[in-house]
C-alpha cells in the first residue's frame, strides 16, 4: 500500500463498494466493478473497470489505485496479474454471516475508519437478532433456495443462514459449507423429495421465470409450486455478501417467509 490510508481504492466486487459508502469514505473510490448498483448514484459516480471474472486491468492501472479489493478465488487471476505490476490487493472470502461483518471490519480498518465499521458491523449484529427472535414467535417453513436454474443450484453459505435467521428451513442446510457452486448442485428429485414450502429464486443475475419453475417434470406435488409460493429476489439483494444481504436482502426473505 502506497500510503495510509489508501486514498484512490478499486473494487471488484459490489459489497465492498457498499461498505465504503456506508462509511462515508465513497472519496476514496476510484472504480468499481460493472455490478456495482448500490447506492444507486454509484452508476453515475464511479468508473466501471470490471465484470466479476475479468477486468480491464490496463485502465485499473491508469487508476493509480493504492488498493484494489477483490473477492474470492475466482478473482485470483486478476489479483495475481496486478501484484506482478506491483499494485497492492486485498482478497476477502466471506462465505457465511460471520464473514460478512468480519468484511465490514476489516474495510473499516483499511482506511481508518476502524469505529465506524464496528458500529455498523454492530448494527446488523443487533438486527439479525432482533428478526431472529421475532420469527421464533412464528411456525417455520421448508425453503428451497434457486441459485441457479440449470444446472439446479441451492444457496450459498449466506444465504442459508439468512433463511434460517429470518425463520426457514433451508431444505438443503448440509450443502451450507460448500464454497463452490458446483459442490451445490442438486438434483430435481431431490427438491421434490424435499416438498419445500417456499421456493426462492434468484438466478445470479438474470431474470427467474417462474412458468419455467412450474412445469419441471413432478414439481407440480412439490407445496410451494402447488401454493404459488414462489419468490424472485433480486441477485444484488441477496447473492453478494455485504450489507445489502443483511439489509434489503434478509427484509425479502423475512417477507417471503411470513406472509
Known sequence: MRQ????????????????????????RIVGVSGYAVRP???RREKP????????????????????????????????????????TVHAFNQRDVA?????IRTVGALVGAT??????????????????????????????????DDPLISGIGWVSELIEIAGGDDVFV??????????????????????????????????????KICSRPGWDAIPAVRNGRIIEIKSPLILQPGPAALTDGLDAIVHAISK
Not at 6 to 20: F, K, S, W, Y
Not at 76 to 85: H, S, T, Y
Not at 115 to 121: C, G, K, P
Not at 187 to 192: D, F, L, R, Y
Open 40 to 42: 444507486a448514484r454509484v
Open 99 to 103: 464473514g460478512i461483518l468480519a468484511m
Open 174 to 211: 448440509r450443502l451450507r459449507a460448500c464454497k463452490s457452486a458446483t459442490e451445490r448442485i442438486v438434483t430435481s428429485e431431490a427438491v421434490i423429495a424435499a416438498a419445500p414450502e417456499i421456493v426462492l429464486a434468484s438466478w445470479c443475475g438474470k431474470k427467474v421465470v417462474r412458468d
Open 48 to 87: 466501471r473497470v470490471s465484470a466479476f471474472t475479468t477486468a480491464n486491468v490496463p485502465k485499473i492501472l491508469a487508476l493509480n489505485p493504492d488498493l484494489v479489493l477483490t473477492f474470492s478465488d475466482l478473482q485470483a487471476p486478476i489479483a495475481a496479474e496486478l501484484i506482478r505490476a506491483g499494485v
Open 115 to 148: 469505529e465506524r465499521a464496528d458500529r455498523l458491523a454492530r448494527s446488523y449484529e443487533a438486527r439479525l437478532a432482533e428478526v431472529a427472535a421475532s420469527a421464533r414467535r412464528r411456525p417455520r417453513k421448508r425453503v428451497y433456495f434457486e441459485e441457479w
Open 4 to 27: 495510509f490510508p489508501p486514498a484512490r481504492i478499486v473494487c471488484l466486487t459490489e459489497e465492498t463498494v457498499e461498505t465504503l459508502y456506508l462509511l462515508g469514505e465513497e472519496h
